[in-house]
């Protein structure tokens, strides 16, 4: 096991160049399974997660290579192999498993999702959208079971605006026969991206990126190759920590579109933001004024930068509160910002950051992905050394995270743990 360590209250400097998103990726893997010929899928993010879909899409007997953010997928010899436990519970987006292996072989059975603790996250909506297509769908010890004799379409309003719910339901609905339609659907560009490959891959799906998505069911699904977008949330991340402690930072390869909730939010704290064709450019900026956010569906402000953007806020002069609408219990990080310093109250849903304050660095502890985020760039901005373990969280969501800080002039490493803090933080 490992620590990162972060020398904080130095600035930085560059350019640093976004790699692919996450939350398409894990869901552009699974579409693989529904092909019968191999797809390529450029650009991909090297985490943990991208790592532990290629290990499941193996177990179930697919020919997968992953080299230099290429991952290449002969779905061919895939068989509907039982996935009820190991890797399936450590990630989220193993749900994707149950709607690309019900579209293609009409039954699956896969453990319950694991991923980050952030309140409740039930995946109800995906089951409605399963039995609304004809699946007969059981939950027995801890393993969703689903079996349909056929997928049929069908007309589905989610009660939830859901990015996992409705990528799932394009994902066993896109070999269906007939029409289906998903109302109320979520409108994340992520989404857009899994249709732009399902649709390489031959499906017929019109209105992604809309809440009405209307898919033709085809009966068959071949090989394509396709290229991922851009990871807003690290490209979010990023632009952060260059307005918490840059002196002018180029964020490459990023489509300012995506970011135009945070770009505003920035501007309203005097950060200068100038926006290109792909990149974002964060300059220098001096005292900052306070926000409030509210986390949204797209396109409000995302609720996975809610945790790094409170740690900015502990810079900025006055009172800003934080309110999570779409977590209920996204705020884990806040003890540990307030071991650095900070000062902030946990109201119900919302978190009032007062600040300025000087951040002093610290032992914390990430209990999740955007939480380990946050750290980093609390520990980028305080006064001496801060040590950060639960890095498990950050590697499943941050490629090469110390190569991109240090690139940018952190001082920052990795070093082993020793078996005395490895117990002292399993009994925490
Ligand atoms: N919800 C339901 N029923 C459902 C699905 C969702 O009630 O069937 C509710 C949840 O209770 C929660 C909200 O809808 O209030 C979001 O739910 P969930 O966590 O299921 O969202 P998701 O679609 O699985 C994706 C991202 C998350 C991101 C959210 C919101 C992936 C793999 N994950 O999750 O990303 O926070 O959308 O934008 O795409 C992250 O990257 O750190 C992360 C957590």
Known sequence: MEKLKIAGGYPLK??????????????????????DSPVTIDGLPDISDVHMLQDLLEEIGGTVSFEEGTMEVDPSKMISMPLPSGKVKKLRASYYLMGAMLGRFKKAVIGLPGGCHLG??????????????????????????????????????????????????????????????????????????????LTNMGAKIKGAGTDVIRIEGVDALHGCRHTIIPDRIEAGTYMIMAAAVG??????????????????????MGVPVEPGDDQIFIGKSDALKTVDIKTLV???????????????????????????????????????????????????????VAGPVQLQGAKVKASD????????????????????????????????????????????????????????????
Not at 372 to 394: D, N, P, S
């Open 14 to 35: 560059g350019s640093v160049k976004i790699s692919g998103a996450k939350n398409s990726a894990v869901a552009l893997i699974p579409a693989t399974i529904l092909a």
């Open 120 to 197: 409740p996250r039930p995946i109800d909506q995906h089951i409605k959208g399963f039995e609304a297509l004809g699946a007969e769908v059981t939950n027995e010890q801890g393993a969703i079971y689903l079996r349909a004799d056929e997928l049929r379409g069908a007309r589905i309003y989610l009660d939830v605006v859901s990015v996992g719910a409705t990528i799932n339901i394009m994902l066993a609905a896109v070999r269906a026969t007939g029409k289906t339609i998903i109302e109320n659907a979520a409108k994340e560009p992520e989404i857009i991206d899994v249709a732009t490959l």
């Open 247 to 268: 002196e002018g930072i180029l964020i490459d390869n990023v489509i300012p579109l995506h970011l135009e909730s945070l770009i505003a939010k920035l501007r309203e």
């Open 298 to 352: 797209y396109p409000g402000f995302p609720t996975d930068l809610q945790q790094p953007f409170t740690s900015l806020l502990t810079r900025a002069e006055g009172s800003g509160v934080v309110t999570d609408t779409i977590y209920s219990a996204r705020f884990k990080h806040i003890d540990e910002l307030r071991r650095m310093n900070a000062n902030i109250k946990v109201e119900g849903r919302s978190a009032i």
């Open 369 to 428: 992905l955007r939480a380990g985020a946050a750290l980093v760039i609390a520990g980028l901005m305080a006064e001496g050394v801060t040590e950060i373990t639960g890095l498990e969280h950050i590697d499943r969501g941050y490629s090469d995270l110390e190569q991109k800080l240090f690139g940018l002039g952190a001082t920052i490493w990795r070093e082993k743990m020793t078996t005395e803090e490895i117990e002292q933080l399993e009994n925490s």
